[in-house]
Antibody, heavy 124, light 113 residues
Framework: EVQVLESGGGLVQPGGSLRLSCAVS????????MNWVRQAPGKGLEWVAG????????DYADSVKGRFTISKDNSKNNLDLQMNNLRAEDTAVYYC?????????????????WGQGALVTVSS | DIVMTQSPLSLYVTPGEPASISCRSS???????????LHWYLQKPGQSPQLLIY???DRASGVPDRFSGSGSGTDFTLRISRVEAEDFGVYYC??????????FGQGTKLAIK
């Protein structure tokens, strides 16, 4: 059974730091495209950070570049998001997401797993 | 960055009736592998998004066949042939062409009429 369990959310003051973690069981995260996606209260989905399937390429939304760092630990099957210098506008539910879209000579397939979400509130 | 634009932003449908959502991208999502890297998600209240359609028209595992996706290049459509009570929520299109840099549409809220 696949489980994706997020932890690390909470209340933090502006300028503070927080680390989110996603613990995965039931599949190996290596080879998956790994992302963090957030959703501000009452708003839509916003991509925040991503890590390519090979773990070589990382990318960040302009709004978090230089403040957030995405990382993985294949041995622990974990995905993390280190968030520094947090701002009020970073307040949101943060989801980790794992995607494998396969295109092969015999057809296509998709595996797509999301965590349950972790609430991050930045407020004084 | 690829910008994704959905329409309408809200849709009121009577159960049993069809529904259609449009998604337009600012540049072509056709990959050199011949597939459009456009995916559709449904987010029900209080839940994480769930994949419905991937690569423009392929249904994810367990998704009922009343859901279908079509389109190519920059214009895509999600259709529900007969809306059921469990289909209500917010639908998002997402481009996966610029992996790992994804982009979502604004979302379309499907509500009961």
């Amino acid at each position: 059974e696949v489980q994706v369990l997020e932890s690390g959310g909470g209340l933090v003051q502006p300028g503070g730091s927080l680390r989110l973690s996603c613990a995965v069981s039931g599949f190996s995260i290596s080879g998956y495209v790994m992302n963090w996606v957030r959703q501000a209260p009452g708003k839509g989905l916003e991509w925040v950070a991503g890590l390519s399937g090979g773990g070589v390429v990382t990318d960040y939304a302009d709004s978090v570049k230089g403040r957030f760092t995405i990382s993985k630990d294949n041995s622990k099957n974990n995905l993390d998001l280190q968030m520094n210098n947090l701002r009020a506008e970073d307040t949101a539910v943060y989801y980790c997401a794992f995607q494998d879209i396969a295109v092969t000579s015999v057809g296509v397939g998709a595996d797509d797993y999301w965590g349950q979400g972790a609430l991050v509130t930045v407020s004084s | 960055d690829i910008v994704m634009t959905q329409s309408p932003l809200s849709l009121y449908v009577t159960p049993g009736e069809p529904a259609s959502i449009s998604c337009r991208s600012s540049q072509s999502l056709l990959h050199r592998n011949g597939y459009n890297h456009l995916h559709w998600y449904l987010q029900k209240p209080g839940q994480s998004p769930q994949l419905l359609i991937y690569l423009g028209s392929d249904r994810a595992s367990g998704v009922p066949d009343r859901f279908s996706g079509s389109g190519s290049g920059t214009d895509f459509t999600l259709r529900i042939s007969r809306v059921e009570a469990e289909d209500f929520g917010v639908y998002y299109c997402m481009q996966g062409l610029q992996t790992p840099r994804y982009t979502f549409g604004q979302g379309t809220k499907l509500a009961i009429k």
